[in-house]
Every structure is written in structure tokens, then in C-alpha cells.
């Protein structure tokens, strides 16, 4: 139980750290750097996406009715307009 918490501990305190040099550095981008990357790479040499827009779209929907679910189990109304 103790090496649990102490591991838990340090893994904090290692991946806090490293978001706060991130930060300072202005290099905090979560994984989305390589998404940029590649993004840039289709524009500028003209390739195909890694993704193709039909995919992209779909996730899109997917994750709009994900959210919607969680709101309606929340009790908010979705037809409500936002302040």
C-alpha cells in the first residue's frame, strides 16, 4: 500500500513537473504536435491526410452524441441557449 502511494506520488509530482516545463517553454501541445506535423506535411506537399474527412466527420458526430447523452443524464436542456 505505501510503495502504491508513494509510486502514485512521484508519478505526480514527475508528469507536473514536466507539464510546467512544457508550459514555460511554450512546447504544450498534449500529442496534438504530431497531429500540427502531419497537418502541415498534407498542406505543404500536397499528400493525403492521415485521416480522411468522411472518418474525421464521423468522429465529430460521435463525440457530439457522447456529450449530448452526458448533458441529458445531467439534466440540462439542450435547447436552452447558452449565456
Known amino acids: 500500500m505505501l510503495m502504491n502511494s508513494l509510486n502514485l506520488i512521484w508519478q505526480i509530482t514527475k508528469e507536473t513537473t514536466h507539464s510546467g516545463f512544457c508550459f514555460l517553454t511554450k512546447n504544450l501541445y498534449f500529442g496534438h504536435d504530431e497531429l500540427i506535423r502531419r497537418f502541415i506535411?498534407?498542406?505543404?506537399?500536397?499528400?493525403?491526410?492521415?485521416?480522411?474527412?468522411?472518418?474525421?466527420?464521423?468522429?465529430?458526430e460521435i463525440i457530439e452524441q457522447i456529450i449530448e447523452q452526458i448533458l441529458r443524464k445531467g439534466g440540462y436542456d439542450l435547447k436552452a441557449k447558452a449565456v
Open 41 to 60: 506535411d498534407v498542406v505543404e506537399n500536397d499528400t493525403e491526410p492521415p485521416v480522411p474527412a468522411e472518418k474525421g466527420k464521423l468522429v465529430l
